[in-house]
């Protein structure tokens, strides 16, 4: 059911993949229907104009940030132990701007989702979000003890954060990711 739930993700963004593909695909990204559909967009980009996915391609484009979106998930918890655990090993492989980049899109989709999964349909969502609609009901499902409030919060320090990395206003960005779950 995965790789049908992909190739149908790939067909709305116009775009073909074998089924060894798929396999392929998984095998580099994992199961995180998120993550496939967000490397989906950039494989689009990056093949255009071409509209069918290779393996070369899976292979040059496609990073697992399946690590970014297992620390933003610690984020929405408020585990900070596990979440500055998370964040050392992501930083030994990723640029700390890499990885706040990642995470402020992460919250900016969260903060979407939540704030119009009572106003719009899940379907309507994931259209307005260009996403899967199964990709937005497992959204929904994490984010269902998360007040907007505190999702606003944490994209406005997740903001600052980054934009104090990108001026040289802070050095360290574990200090400047510890400020942001603190606030």
Do not use: W
């Not at 697992?64 to 933003?72: C, N, Q, R, T, Y």
């Not at 349909?121 to 269902?144: G, W």
């Not at 990395?165 to 942001?180: A, F, N, P, R």
Request: aromatic share 6%; proline share 1%; with cysteine.
């Amino acid at each position: 059911q995965l790789q049908s739930e992909i190739l149908k993700m790939a067909k709305e963004k116009d775009l073909t993949i074998s089924s060894d593909n798929v396999s392929f695909l998984i095998e580099q990204l994992g199961v995180n229907l998120t993550l496939i559909d967000s490397e989906l967009e950039k494989l689009k980009i990056a093949i255009h104009p071409n509209k069918a996915i290779n393996q070369d391609a899976i292979k040059k484009y496609c990073t697992s940030s399946e690590d970014v979106f297992i620390l933003a998930d610690l984020i929405i918890q408020g585990n900070k132990n596990e979440i500055l655990k998370q964040y050392d090993l992501l930083t030994e492989k990723r640029h700390p701007l890499e990885i706040f980049s990642v995470l402020q899109s992460n919250f900016q989709r969260f903060v979407f989702v939540k704030n119009y999964e009572k106003k719009m349909s899940t379907k309507d969502i994931a259209s307005k979000l260009k996403l899967h609609e199964f990709v937005v009901m497992k959204m929904q499902e994490k984010l269902r003890k998360i007040s907007l409030d505190k999702l606003l919060k944490i994209r406005e320090n997740l903001i600052n954060a980054e934009y104090k990395l990108k001026t040289g206003q802070s050095e360290s960005s574990e200090i400047l990711l510890e400020l942001t779950l603190l606030r």
